[in-house]
């Protein structure tokens, strides 16, 4: 896509989510003429379905004594644990995200309204953050990020460039993400933040179009080779 076409389309895509009156309405953004490009990187509700729980500080309150600085404690694996938290528990051991575990609960148990004193986790301090449920707390990742830091950009071909190459969120971050929070309490219909879960439903139209308007990487030789 041409810079310009992403800024047309991100500016549309916007401008449907701003003045979005319920879920129901927001929903048909992806059969919207001008923005149903985007319906081919809709996240799968097979594999991403919507998680209707929350966490709470109370409940990990009792889990500080199986981590430590870094991970897990290794102690863990030699408690009585049910068949469920066993197999959660090796799922994360063979995906070797046991690390991505504390930035989730510090999320969950934190109470500051930003995350100032993170310098690495944040998607995953963010998405603890989401699971307490409190209202105006989005799930994050490199797509959403990238459609609301082309909205709010100078237009520019140089900036619009460089944010669409983008593929990770670093702690250079954290402005950005508290402005898109910011955003998501200040942007809306009030009837559509009124909406018990309404930032999974933002995120997951943003999610689309960041995905959609991310810059495709250049084959090369040496990447033939």
């Known amino acids: 896509?041409?810079?310009?076409?992403?800024?047309?389309?991100?500016?549309?895509?916007?401008?449907?989510?701003?003045?979005?009156?319920?879920?129901?309405?927001?929903?048909?953004?992806?059969?919207?003429?001008?923005?149903?490009?985007?319906?081919?990187?809709?996240?799968?509700?097979?594999?991403?379905?919507?998680?209707?729980?929350?966490?709470?500080?109370?409940?990990?309150?009792?889990?500080?004594?199986?981590?430590?600085?870094?991970?897990?404690?290794?102690?863990?694996?030699?408690?009585?644990?049910?068949?469920?938290?066993k197999l959660l528990y090796a799922i994360c051991w063979k995906n070797g995200d046991l690390k991505k575990v504390k930035h989730i609960i510090q999320g969950v148990t934190s109470n500051q309204t930003d995350i100032d004193d993170k310098n690495d986790g944040l998607v995953f301090?963010?998405?603890?953050?989401?699971?307490?449920?409190?209202?105006?707390?989005?799930?994050?990742?490199?797509?959403?990020?990238?459609?609301?830091?082309?909205?709010r950009a100078d237009k520019t071909d140089k900036s619009i460039d460089q944010i669409r190459s983008k593929s990770t969120v670093t702690k250079k971050d954290k402005a950005l993400i508290d402005c898109y929070k910011l955003w998501l309490a200040t942007g809306l219909t009030e009837s559509l933040r009124k909406n018990e879960d309404f930032c999974y439903h933002i995120d997951r139209v943003l999610f689309a179009l960041g995905k959609t308007i991310k810059a495709k990487r250049k084959t090369t030789v040496a990447n033939i080779v």
């Open 1 to 85: 896509m041409k810079n310009t076409e992403v800024q047309k389309l991100v500016d549309d895509t916007f401008a449907f989510i701003e003045t979005a009156e319920s879920i129901d309405e927001l929903q048909k953004i992806f059969d919207d003429s001008r923005i149903e490009i985007i319906k081919k990187n809709r996240m799968d509700d097979e594999t991403y379905p919507q998680l209707h729980f929350k966490i709470t500080a109370d409940e990990l309150k009792d889990v500080d004594f199986l981590i430590n600085s870094d991970t897990f404690s290794k102690d863990i694996t030699k408690l009585k644990l049910d068949p469920l938290t």
């Open 125 to 151: 301090y963010q998405f603890g953050k989401y699971l307490t449920k409190k209202s105006g707390e989005p799930i994050i990742d490199q797509h959403v990020l990238r459609a609301y830091e082309v909205y």
